[in-house]
């Protein structure tokens, strides 16, 4: 016979309820988990019948938790937040030298020093599988949330996340924002001031990425008009030939560039003021206990003692 914990627990229920409780709308939820809008709804009434209350109500269109609701959500973090640490726990206890290791790279980075780095990682541990995953920042931190990456590649700082308590950084390079241009005027300029580069139209990151917010932010404590975008593409490679094809401008990561080589009628400058951001690995606090993840990160501290990051990306793209 079926409880009333059956009926919670048996299904795909509460992480249906959290999505909805994030998005506070059931349209954007329903897609985001890959569900019917009808199929979301009959889960959350079905949820509401179980617990003997609401757990949404509406006011116009926005839709709001009831207290029931916010006691469900805080018991369903709490769930999750049990659920990881055993999940940890137990895998802190399994070989350094088996398993598996799932990296989220925001998908906005240079990931070629990742990518060589792994195939060494595989040589010297291939009972080990390593898994990458292209993710946006939202993607990221609800991966890292439910525990389904062990480690994130991203840039810090980041001021949309308020709750860092769960989580650890480790910083792997320091990197600056460039200014790409296709003015032979300022190709002999290292620095160029942000009141510079208004005069064409750019191409960027959407808005919601990093990098754009991270632009945005400072123009806007420079008190300068925010550039004005023609197209936003989501990858760097997309943005850089965009950029070059219609000349114009944009900013990408030095790291990024310096996997560019020459290229023809494109420069790059360091803004100025200087905009830069670490790149780093997250994970969730005690993750680098687990022996293989511990033992990955090691290894990478080592990589990069023997050639540092900039200097293996020259290498790689020489190598090209």
């Known amino acids: 016979m079926k409880t ?11 992480t249906y309820f959290l999505q909805l409780a994030e998005t506070m709308n059931y349209t954007q939820a329903a897609q985001i988990l890959g569900i019917t809008q009808p199929a979301l709804t009959q889960q959350i009434k079905k949820l509401e019948k179980t ?35 055993a999940t940890d726990e137990i895998q802190q206890s399994t070989s350094a030298t088996q398993g598996n290791i799932s990296i989220g790279i925001l998908a906005s980075t240079e ?30 931190w609800d991966r890292l949330e439910n525990n ?20 650890e950084s480790k910083k792997i390079v320091s990197d600056d924002l460039l ?21 064409r139209p750019w191409v960027m990151y959407p808005s919601n990425y990093y990098l754009n917010q991270t632009i945005r932010e400072a123009y806007k404590n420079e008190l300068v008009n925010i550039p004005s975008a023609v197209a936003n593409f989501t990858t760097p490679r997309q943005i850089l030939r ?7 401008y944009t900013a990408l990561p030095n790291s990024f560039m310096m996997g560019q080589g020459e290229l023809k009628d494109t420069w790059t400058a360091k803004f100025d003021p200087n905009i830069n951001f670490d790149l780093a690995f997250v994970f969730r606090k005690g993750k680098d206990k687990i022996p293989r993840i511990g033992r990955f990160l090691a290894q990478f501290d080592e990589y990069l003692k023997t050639e540092d990051y900039f200097t293996r990306l020259k290498d790689l793209n020489l190598n090209k």
């Open 4 to 14: 009333k914990q059956d009926s919670i627990f048996s299904s795909k229920t509460l």
């Open 179 to 199: 200014f790409i241009h296709h003015d032979e005027q300022l190709a002999k300029k290292k620095k160029v001031k942000l009141v510079d580069t208004m005069d």
């Open 242 to 248: 965009f950029s070059m094809e219609t000349n114009t």
């Open 111 to 140: 990931d070629s020093v990742l990518e060589k780095f792994a195939i060494q990682s595989y040589r010297e541990n291939p009972d080990v599988k390593i898994s990458f995953h292209m993710l946006t920042r939202k993607e990221i």
């Open 51 to 85: 617990v003997g209350a609401s757990l949404f109500y509406s006011v116009g269109k926005k839709l709001r938790l009831t207290d029931a609701g916010f006691t469900m959500l805080s018991a369903t973090k709490d769930i999750y937040e049990v659920l990881n640490k």
């Open 148 to 167: 389904n990456i062990d480690l994130a590649v991203m840039y810090l700082p980041d001021e949309s996340i308020k709750n860092w308590k769960p989580y």
